[in-house]
């Protein structure tokens, strides 16, 4: 017999991807949507394949068991679920049957997809179709954005946030990958109009942002720290530059208060909260270093020279951090067909920085500059944090779907920085 649920699920789908094709279908993306957006909802299906069929594990079905069990207790004890899910009740039954209670985020990511258990009658594959479509209307909502105001980087939004490969996958299905890429998207989108054009952010939607970030603390709090350690300083430069200030906006000049701003960010943010002292973020990096290190198959770490977990180690390895960040592992590094794919990307990736770098001498600045540091800043900072933190190169080829996307948009738009930075040099 068919699942009512189910029929009601789908109804429901059809009905909002109707509803947003409507709003979006003349916007410069537009004709893409449809094909971008089913391409997505199969990425979250091939993904749950691959972790149950192929892996026959991952944290997907860890958030899956524990999901159901909160969801059934909704219609047996109530009470029980609102405790942990408000509380994290420690002495209900609920909370003695859940296998994440160790791991906050993940017990978070765990409650999230609950919620949509108790409207989906626990069907794991039509959750994952809300996750994903979560995800993909964030990132289609940035590429459009950033095509509407510099047009000229059509191409690039439409493989970046659209449809290049990794990012599809990845950014799929019942993970944290869909959630925290989706919002990552979703912020940073609200303030496009902003650093582009000076445009002013209405209360609500900075409210919006500020409620969104606080999920994406909640989810990925490293993500969180680094965007908000980004986009404070972007938007102060910013500010300055829409009301003149008297100063002259050299790119060069652009840079220095960009940098002494997003210094003093770090410094406040680090009494704002413990865990991003700097002792404490060298801790926990160097903590998940080592594990990911003995979990880890040698041929598939990260191989850092004279590397030792202190500030002098992390720092002389930074360049080592970056490169595999961004760009491995190389078709010559790859082992497995997963990793072998993901290789080919980040050699495309690879030849388009390098055309890049090569235009870097021929740049007119502009005022858009500040877009295209701020861009780098939290590529780079998310690059080196990710490498240090996670070492394994196929787990890293995960992780970093939160900030690639921008990094394939600037490379692709060929030649990106060119045409975003462009009139006179001052």
Same mark, same amino acid.
């Given at each position: 017999?068919v699942d009512?649920?189910l029929?009601?699920?789908?109804?429901?789908?059809?009905?909002?991807?109707r509803?947003l094709y409507?709003?979006?279908?003349?916007?410069p993306?537009?004709k893409?949507?449809l094909?971008?957006?089913?391409?997505?909802?199969?990425?979250g299906?091939?993904?749950g394949?691959y972790?149950?069929?192929f892996?026959q594990?991952?944290?997907?079905?860890?958030?899956? !068991?524990?999901?159901?069990?909160?969801?059934?207790?909704?219609f047996?004890? &109530?009470g029980e679920?609102?405790?942990?899910?408000?509380?994290?009740d420690h002495?209900? $039954?609920?909370?003695?049957?859940?296998k994440?209670? *160790?791991? &906050?985020?993940? =017990?978070?990511?765990?409650?999230?997809l609950?919620?949509?258990h108790?409207?989906t009658n626990?069907?794991?594959?039509? $959750?994952?179709f809300?996750?994903?479509?979560?995800a993909?209307?964030?990132?289609?909502?940035l590429?459009?954005?950033?095509?509407?105001y510099?047009?000229?980087?059509?191409n690039?939004a439409?493989a970046?946030?659209?449809?290049?490969?990794?990012?599809?996958?990845w950014?799929?299905?019942?993970?944290? !990958?869909?959630?925290?890429?989706?919002l990552i998207?979703?912020?940073i989108? %609200?303030?496009?109009?902003a650093?582009?054009?000076?445009?002013?952010?209405?209360?609500?939607?900075? %409210?919006?942002s500020?409620?969104l970030?606080?999920?994406l603390?909640?989810?990925k709090y490293?993500y969180?720290?680094?965007?908000?350690? %980004?986009?404070?300083?972007?938007? %102060?430069v910013?500010?300055?530059? $829409?009301f003149?200030?008297?100063?002259?906006?050299?790119?060069?000049?652009?840079?220095?208060?960009?940098?002494?701003?997003f210094v003093?960010?770090?410094v406040i943010?680090?009494?704002?909260? &413990?865990?991003?002292?700097?002792?404490?973020v060298? *801790?926990?990096?160097?903590t998940?270093?080592?594990?990911?290190t003995?979990m880890?198959d040698?041929?598939n770490l990260?191989?850092?020279r004279?590397?030792? &977990?202190t500030?002098t180690?992390?720092?002389k390895?930074?360049p080592?951090a970056a490169?595999a960040?961004?760009f491995?592992p190389l078709?010559? !590094?790859a082992v497995g067909?997963?990793?072998?794919?993901?290789?080919?990307e980040?050699l495309?990736?690879?030849?388009?920085?390098?055309?890049?770098?090569?235009?870097i001498?021929?740049?007119n600045?502009?005022?858009?500059g500040?877009?295209?540091?701020?861009?780098l800043?939290?590529i780079?900072?998310m690059?080196v944090? =990710?490498a240090f933190?996670t070492p394994?190169?196929?787990?890293l080829?995960?992780?970093?779907?939160?900030?690639s996307f921008?990094f394939i948009?600037?490379?692709?738009? *060929?030649?990106?920085?060119k045409?975003l930075l462009?009139?006179?040099r001052?």
């Open positions: 017999m009512p649920l029929i009601i699920n789908i109804f429901i789908l059809i009905i909002l991807v509803g409507r709003r979006v279908r003349y916007r993306l537009g893409f949507y094909p971008g957006l089913s391409l997505k909802l199969l990425a299906i091939m993904l394949l972790y149950i069929v892996f594990g991952g944290d997907t079905l860890f958030f899956y !068991e524990d999901a159901t069990r909160m969801a059934r207790s909704v047996d004890k &109530p679920y609102l405790s942990v899910m408000l509380y994290n002495s209900s $039954s609920l909370w003695g049957m859940l994440l209670t *160790d791991q &906050p985020r993940a =017990l978070f990511m765990a409650k999230i609950s919620i949509f108790i409207f626990g069907n794991y594959w039509i $959750s994952g809300y996750f994903s479509l979560f993909y209307t964030g990132l289609w909502s590429g459009d954005k950033l095509t509407t510099f047009p000229w980087t059509r690039a439409i970046g946030f659209i449809f290049f490969p990794s990012i599809i996958f950014s799929s299905g019942v993970s944290k !990958e869909a959630i925290s890429t989706g998207a979703w912020i989108s %609200i303030y496009v109009p650093l582009a054009r000076g445009e002013w952010v209405g209360k609500r939607k900075v %409210i919006v500020l409620i970030l606080f999920i603390w909640l989810i490293y969180a720290a680094a965007l908000i350690a %980004i986009m404070i300083p972007t938007l %102060i910013s500010v300055l530059k $829409s003149s200030a008297g100063i002259s906006w050299k790119f060069s000049r652009q840079v220095l208060y960009w940098v002494s701003f003093w960010s770090v943010a680090s009494f704002i909260h &413990p865990n991003l002292h700097l002792t404490n060298i *801790d926990v990096v160097s998940n270093h080592v594990l990911y003995q880890s040698p041929d990260i191989r850092f004279d590397f030792t &977990p500030f180690g992390y720092v390895n930074i080592i490169w960040g961004l491995q078709p010559w !590094e067909h997963i990793k072998f794919i993901a290789s080919l980040n495309i990736i690879l030849v388009f920085a390098v055309f890049s770098l090569l235009n001498s021929r740049i600045v502009s005022n858009n500040i877009l295209v540091i701020g861009a800043g939290f780079l900072l690059a944090f =990710l933190s394994n190169l196929g787990t080829a995960r992780y970093k779907s939160g900030f921008l948009y600037l490379v692709l738009a *060929d030649p990106v920085i045409r462009k009139t006179g001052k």
